[in-house]
């Protein structure tokens, strides 16, 4: 069922909801009825195809002048992002991809959080619910609110395209998206956004739901390729953090484990890659990781009094002797 899209109350800054699509035939409507069914009214909802092969163009074209709709030749997500950001009209942003959905409050919430603020951030970020398509289960991302936004951006899963809102002259100050950005696009605007000085705040209630669906994205078909981009931004604002003074020791811990968890998920594909991370970790500063599933207490112990490769060997055959009887 299509949901009638609120009445503009023009005493709210006005919100511009972009959709940029491709082959999303599938998912397309819910996304879109997601953006109308908000609560917050001031809203534009403009979708962009990025010339889409399958039906959903012409799932697009149901909801008729209640979204703008701008169809394209193919040119990759963030030239549609950045064409999207162009022609919207609103004084903030969200983004939303085409196999995800926001819950209703989602806009109001922010914008709410904004408001109360005073203004005084150009990026708001939450959690978001991840939605496993295959076994049809939900569950939210967590966001610690003692830890600062320098802290989340190296935790990575703090921030996601749909769950932030953008101040839209924050990001045409700092050029838009990344054409030539294969993976990560997010992250690395959001890494611009920190260098250029703008603010972050957390408001920290999951509204937006990202589809875990495992196919057809670049992370998951080069899941290594997506890890040494992580790495290179992680680099990046480690580096820039240094140099204005603002490397705390939350931040060096935060890019410990970051490498850490890292070199244990590219072990398999790269060991050399893995080591490389492993090496540079100790060479920053070691922390004992606590209450953490990706590093835990055991493999720093054994990794710490016999090595890395002997730490990751045995959590394999630990794992492996754990599985059920007849698993794959």
Known sequence: ???????????EPLVSILIPSYNAEQWIGQCIESALGQSYSNIEVIVSDDGSTDGTVRE??????????????????????????GVAKGEWLQYLDSDDYLLPNKIMDQIGFMKANEWKFDVAYSPMIVRKENTNTEYPTV??????????FFRWSSFCTHGILLRRSAVLEVGGWNN?????????????????GKTFGLWNHAAAVYRYHGTG??????????????????DNFEEWLKSTGRLTRACRKAV???????????????????FDLIRTAERKGR????????VPLSLQVVWRACGFRVAQNLARRMREFRK???AT
């Open 1 to 11: 069922m299509i949901q009638e899209q609120p009445k503009a109350n023009a005493t």
């Open 60 to 85: 697009i074209k149901r909801f008729g002048d209640r979204i703008r709709f701008i169809e394209s030749e193919h040119a990759g997500a963030n030239a549609v992002r950045n064409r999207l950001t």
């Open 143 to 152: 966001i610690e609110p003692a830890d600062d936004p320098t802290v989340h």
């Open 180 to 196: 030539t950005q294969p993976v990560c696009q997010e992250h690395e605007l959001l890494l611009r956004l920190f260098m250029a």
């Open 217 to 234: 994205t670049i992370s998951t078909k080069s899941p290594l390729r997506t890890m040494q981009v992580r790495m290179a931004l992680t």
């Open 256 to 274: 410990y484990i970051a490498r850490v968890e890292t070199a244990r998920n590219a072990w398999a594909n790269d060991a050399a890659y893995a």
């Open 287 to 294: 922390f004992w990781v606590l209450s953490n599933s990706a």
């Open 324 to 326: 059920p009887l007849g």
